[in-house]
Structures are given as C-alpha cells and as structure tokens.
Nanobody, 125 residues
Framework: QVQLVESGGGLVQAGGSLRLSCAAS????????MGWFRQAPGKEREFVAA????????YHADSVKGRLTISRDNAKNTVYLQMNSLKSDDTAVYYC??????????????????WGQGTQVTVSS
C-alpha cells in the first residue's frame, strides 16, 4: 500500500503563494492518478485538482483554475500543488489522494483509494 504525507502548508497573506507537496512511500506514484482536496472548518470536503497517472492531463476546480496548479514528479515520488494569488476562501486543510483503479484525472472523491493526513493552509486577510 502507498502512504501519502503532505507538507508545505502554513500561514500566508492574501495574494501570496505556497507550494504544497505530497510525498509517497511504499509504492511508486507512477501507478496512481493523483488528486488534491480541501476541507474548511465546518464545511464538507471539496475537489481542488487532479492529474493523470502520466501527468499528461490535469483537471482543476473552477474556483481555483488559474491560481492553483497541480503537477507531479514521478522520479521524486511527489505530487505538488502550486498555490498563487491566495484568497481567504482558500483557507482549509488540504489532502492529497491516490487513485489505483484508473489512470486519468478525476474530480470524483470515490475514485481515490489512499489519503494523506492533511496540511493546514491559512490565508490571512
């Protein structure tokens, strides 16, 4: 089984940038399509971005398109979420997830089999 560990979260001013990382162990990430989800306090978890197994396709939620960008480096066994022009509405715990069943980018939560512990992103206004 694959284990996922997110890092890179923290406190940032509105308009600033962060880069989240999701490092895998146990198995190679080249076997998985990957996604990012987030959950704000008192809110349900929502889709942020996804990337296909080979990195050739991405899919971003409308609310983050143009500001947040998913990428992967299979050689480093790591997936990234580059976060630019951050807004207070981006404040949430961010989770990475791995999908074993198919190789394509997907926004569907039930497509994902493995989840990280989450990393907190707080955007101050």
């Amino acid at each position: 089984q694959v284990q996922l560990v997110e890092s890179g979260g923290g406190l940032v001013q509105a308009g600033g940038s962060l880069r989240l990382s999701c490092a895998a162990s146990g198995r190679s990430l080249s076997n998985y399509a990957m996604g990012w989800f987030r959950q704000a306090p008192g809110k349900e978890r929502e889709f942020v971005a996804a990337i296909s197994r080979n990195g050739g396709s991405t899919y971003h939620a409308d609310s983050v398109k143009g500001r947040l960008t998913i990428s992967r480096d299979n050689a480093k066994n790591t997936v990234y979420l580059q976060m630019n022009s951050l807004k207070s509405d981006d404040t949430a715990v961010y989770y990475c997830a791995a999908a074993r069943r198919q190789p394509y980018a997907s926004s569907r939560m039930d497509e994902y089999d493995y989840w990280g512990q989450g990393t907190q992103v707080t955007v101050s206004s």
